[in-house]
């Protein structure tokens, strides 16, 4: 019952279809006492005013009006008593005490003293006293509202006024439709701006109780998961969403939320029934109801496919750019190697018969694919002669990577031609991109390839036999196309009759031979290339330099140059160096110290460089019984290289043998 005062008027509403039902209803079977009067009968429910005696004031009584009531009546009445604590006095007519007479309810109200408003109805009213109670009726009705009650049964039948009409009634309904149906609009248009809001930010929401296994989805949630919005979700129907490789993560934080009352934070995936993936972020959080110490979770579904598709497309690109990144500053190193270097010059200078023929051989092997190996003294120019066939071969466009084995330690060799993974050895700290990487698609020169430690020449074999390789502390084959070129100043068929070069990798480098001839071996291209440097580095240091005495000339000509080309280039540059006029003059004092030309089958006066090394090749081979290699070997003993002590037996006609132990 609730009651809204104006300034003259009181109103009693008896409310119908309350939310909440109230158990443990007190109840009586005592008949009430005195004089009943009936105010109205709707034919459900008859109302009546008790007047008792005058120690009592009187009260309302309501009780269904059929002789066997429905359930629904008697239903209605308990609703209507549960309200009695909710009500304030100022404000109602509360209920008493609902009485119970062989199943028939009938419930004791507070009088308030005011008559049926539809016994009013049709009779006229003034507008002052109107408006007063259809003020009254609206708050009353209003604060209804507010407290959450249900009022859509409010009508003449159940409201007690005193001079009142049928009019004020009807404002009062229209107020309240009025007010219903804005409360509509505005709940709607809510919904809507939340709907396409999801729709938007690709994000959903949820509720799920784990005591009942309610869910509830909206209807960006159904999209996500491609469920028609008729049909229930279920927490069995995400599980069978989820994706093979994330279902059992799934399934344990379910169980665990269904455990723990506890905030979640997940990303998993999605299969679709097209096989497509979809990448979701759920987060939510554990909601605790007092009343029914139930935990509910209310969250958020987020398709993140698109942004994890950009994010693993961006890192794809970024270690794209990365890689590229490696490269080109391998690359840059090795260029920058290259351009550090001094070539023995820019172009192949010199029209001697056996400079032709090295030409005419390279013209020839060059636009194949066959392995080249050049042979020669040092100082012959064998790099020139590599990049020639790298130039004029169909590899020009791409990378020609030049690596001296002899300058590189035999630690480190290995890694230097085939890269290194990150922590390989100490001192990785990332992975390394080897000179075969770099060369890939280009020319790979090995300087010095009789240099390699063995177990560096059988890597190159596998690389020579099927083009491919692994990097050092890697388990990945890596695929590689290049042309190898090598070049030895060593006799390396020497080196595999002595056992130290692969008999096997020496003929896969030996397909096609060639042999630079020395300096000596072509005395009339040594002018061509004294002109040719004189210009080079006059021009470099502004000197210019018309040419040479015939003095000069012929003391160049009739020197042997054991040096070679590198020699004969140190040489002019010293004398553009320290020349003061336009003609190059050269001190005879830069060749040699000894004479040009020694008689022949004259010895020297003192011992040589060649005496002093084998005398000190066979002390060390003396202590260490014949053993070259090894940590006590000879090779150990004079600090140099095994296979370079070997040449040096070979070279010096030492037999090593005689030193053995028996």
């Known amino acids: 019952m609730m009651r809204a005062s104006g300034p003259t008027d009181r109103i009693l509403c008896i409310l119908n279809d309350v939310l909440g039902v109230s158990t443990g209803i007190p109840m009586t079977t005592a008949a009430p006492e005195g004089k009943v009067k009936v105010l109205w009968d709707d034919g459900e429910f008859v109302l009546s005013r008790v007047r008792h005696s005058a120690d009592r004031g009187p009260t309302l009584l ?29 404000r109602a007519a509360r209920p008493l005490e609902l009485i119970d007479r062989r199943g028939e309810l009938t419930l004791r109200l507070e009088d308030p003293g005011a008559q049926v408003l539809a016994t009013l109805l049709g009779k006229p009213w003034e507008v002052g006293p109107f408006l007063r109670v259809a003020a009254g009726v609206a708050g009353a009705v209003s604060r209804l509202h507010r407290r959450g009650l249900a009022y859509k049964d409010v ?9 009142i009409a049928l009019l004020k009634l009807l404002a009062s309904q229209a107020a309240i439709s009025l007010e219903n149906a804005q409360l509509y609009t505005d709940l709607r248009e809510a919904q809507a701006y939340l709907a396409e809001a999801q729709r938007l930010s690709a994000t959903g929401s949820f509720g799920w109780r784990p005591a009942s296994g309610e869910v509830v989805w909206s209807e960006e949630t159904h999209r996500i998961f491609a469920l028609d919005p008729a049909t229930k979700p279920t927490v069995e129907f995400a599980l069978t969403r ?9 399934q344990a934080l379910i169980g665990r939320a269904a455990r723990e009352a506890r905030d979640w934070d997940l990303e998993y995936r999605l299969l679709m029934p097209d096989g497509a993936v979809k990448h979701l972020h759920v987060v939510a959080q554990a909601v605790y109801d007092a009343a029914t110490r139930d935990t509910e979770y209310v969250g958020a579904v987020m398709d993140v496919t698109a942004a994890k598709e950009s994010r693993q497309a961006l890192e794809k690109a970024y270690a794209e750019i990365q890689a590229l990144k490696d490269r080109l500053q391998h690359e840059n190193i090795v260029l920058r190697e290259e ?31 066959s392995t080249v190996l050049i042979t020669g003294e040092t100082g012959t120019g064998k790099e020139l002669v590599a990049r020639a066939i790298h130039k004029r071969s169909p590899r020009s466009s791409r990378a020609f990577v030049s690596v001296n084995c002899a300058a590189i330690p035999s630690s480190l060799i290995a890694s230097e031609l085939f890269g290194h993974e990150k922590g390989a050895f100490t001192g990785a700290v990332q992975r390394r991109h080897g000179r075969f990487e770099l060369a890939d698609g280009g020319t790979i020169f090995l300087d010095e390839v009789g240099e390699l430690p063995a177990e ?4 190159l074999l596998r690389v ?36 130290t070069f692969r008999a096997d990798l020496f003929y896969r480098l030996n397909v096609f031979p060639l042999e630079i001839p020395a300096l000596r071996d072509r005395r009339t291209d040594i002018l061509l290339l004294v002109e040719y440097f004189t210009h080079r580095y006059g021009a470099r240091m502004g000197k210019k330099i018309r040419g040479i005495s015939k003095e000069t000339a012929n003391l160049l000509q009739s020197y042997d140059w054991p040096g070679n080309i590198r020699e004969l280039q140190n040489v002019i540059e010293r004398a553009v160096i320290v020349s003061d006029s336009d003609s190059l003059s050269i001190d005879e004092r830069w060749l040699s110290r000894r004479p040009v030309s020694a008689p022949k089958g004259a010895g020297p006066s003192v011992p040589t460089l060649a005496t002093h090394e084998k005398d000190a090749i066979e002390a060390a081979l003396r202590e260490s019984r014949g053993r070259v290699s090894g940590p006590f070997g000879a090779a150990a003993r004079l600090g140099v290289r095994s296979s370079t002590l070997e040449s040096k037996i070979k070279a010096l006609k030492i037999d090593k043998q005689r030193f053995k132990s028996p």
């Open 62 to 90: 309501v009780r269904p009006g059929a002789v066997h009531p429905a359930a629904a009546s008697n239903a209605r009445l308990e609703h209507a008593h549960a309200l009695r604590d909710d009500l304030a006095a100022a």
């Open 242 to 250: 989820a994706h093979p490789e994330d279902r059992d993560r799934l």
């Open 456 to 459: 560096t020449q059988m890597t």
């Open 339 to 369: 351009i550090d270097k001094t070539s023995m010059f820019e172009e192949i200078v010199g029209t001697s018969v056996p400079l032709r023929t090295v030409l005419s051989h390279v013209s020839k092997v060059a636009p194949t694919d």
């Open 155 to 163: 009508k003449p039948s159940n409201v007690l006024v005193e001079g």
């Open 464 to 499: 020579l036999q099927e083009r491919e390789f692994e990097r050092v502390g890697g388990s990945v084959p890596i695929r590689v196309n290049v042309r190898v070129i090598a070049a030895t100043n060593r006799d390396l068929e020497a080196a595999v009759a002595d056992g």
